[in-house]
């Protein structure tokens, strides 16, 4: 799994990997949806900015 090392923001989120996964509770369960919610968000916030890039660049 990941472990977020650092975060400036929901479109700066950088991950180390953690060599073992241990989920001891729900607390753990709902930690992961999270990461996975903001992973989701920033997945959907880059492809909008590179939509947004290829499109300026068509016109330029």
């Not at 977020?4 to 992961?32: L, P, Q, R, T």
């Not at 990461?35 to 660049?57: A, G, P, R």
């Amino acid at each position: 799994m990941f472990k977020s090392i650092h975060n400036n923001g929901s479109s700066n989120i950088v991950f180390d990997m953690v060599k073992k996964d241990v989920i001891g509770c729900m607390d753990d369960v709902a930690e992961y949806r999270e990461k996975i919610k903001q992973l989701s968000e920033v997945s959907l916030q880059f492809s909008q900015l590179f939509f947004h890039f290829e499109d300026f660049c068509k016109k330029k």
